[in-house]
């Protein structure tokens, strides 16, 4: 069986499209008796001259002609194939909107992977409360969102991880003196109002000593002594532990949830999305 060599035929399109042995070298990054020896082979093989020469330029003779569109045609189709095999690399800018605790410690390593994958993508990264971030006058400032819910709330997210809401603080410091000392994220954290509503359901005194919005002053507040906080298990610092005592009742889970909102790079908000949901699920 007879078969065709694509290389050969590029060669003999880019000579009669470039004008000549010469640039079509220069266009294919080949020198002119490389060019020569591909178009003797193929004239070879199809028992045709294909290029007379008139003066110092070489044009196509009427086979030459003939072939032509035919050479186009295959070698459209071929690199069709590759192009549709082939992923486009993604660009674009993605606006995403993540919990402080979760941009402390899920983001640094999983922004650099996705980063050395995908140069192209521009990261803006907000970091917010839940409620802010999800708030009809905010939420489309963002392309996805990273946020937590309530298991009996209603909502348009997918459910990422169902995580257990787990007491965070340093061994040994979970519960000293006359009140469980707090040091929580403000009004509207769900990790506060969880906290808030089983501690009021038990006689065990407690005071809320310091509210920072940022991981990282909460992280910095507990190591000082100043209290204890309560985190989703998957956002946890490692140089916090999960703490257990009689005085710290159970704080059941919380939902972490995507929204996908982008309309605009549908595949770039969908593939961070799937970096995210691995990296979460991959650490429960």
């Not at 509207?188 to 407690?206: M, P």
């Not at 972490?256 to 908000?269: A, G, R, T, Y």
Request: net charge positive.
């Amino acid at each position: 069986m007879q078969q065709l060599s694509l290389d050969n035929l590029r060669t003999f399109v880019s000579v009669i499209e470039q004008g000549g042995y010469a640039k079509a070298g220069e266009w294919l990054g080949r020198s002119q008796p490389a060019i020569s020896l591909q178009i003797k082979k193929l004239e070879a093989q199809l028992d045709r001259k294909l290029f007379t020469k008139v003066g110092q330029r070489h044009v196509p003779s009427a086979d030459g002609n003939w072939l032509y569109p035919k050479a186009k045609e295959l070698l459209e189709m071929n690199d069709g194939i590759f192009r549709s095999l082939s992923p486009a690399p993604l660009s674009g800018r993605l606006r995403l909107g993540i919990p402080s605790e979760f941009a402390s410690t899920l983001l640094p390593g999983l922004i650099g992977e996705f980063s050395k994958r995908y140069p192209d993508v521009s990261l803006e990264v907000t970091s917010a409360l839940s409620r802010d971030l999800l708030h009809r006058t905010k939420r489309d400032s963002f392309d996805l969102i990273l946020a937590l819910a309530n298991p009996d709330e209603e909502t348009q997210g997918e459910l990422v991880l169902q995580d257990d809401i787990v007491w965070v603080g340093e061994s040994g410091l979970a519960v000293h003196g006359d009140a469980i000392s707090l040091v929580l994220a403000p009004d509207g954290c769900v990790y506060r109002s969880r906290v808030i509503a089983q501690l009021k359901q038990q006689t065990r005194a407690w005071k809320i000593a310091y509210t920072n919005a940022d991981l990282a002053g909460l992280t910095a507040a507990i190591q000082q002594g100043l209290g204890i906080t309560a985190l989703a298990r998957a956002s946890m610092p490692a140089n916090l532990t999960v703490l257990k005592h009689r005085f710290l009742p159970d704080l059941g889970k919380v939902n972490i949830c995507l929204f996908n909102q982008d309309s605009q790079h549908p595949v770039v908000s969908k593939t961070l999305a799937e970096f995210i949901k691995t990296r979460l699920t991959s650490a429960a």
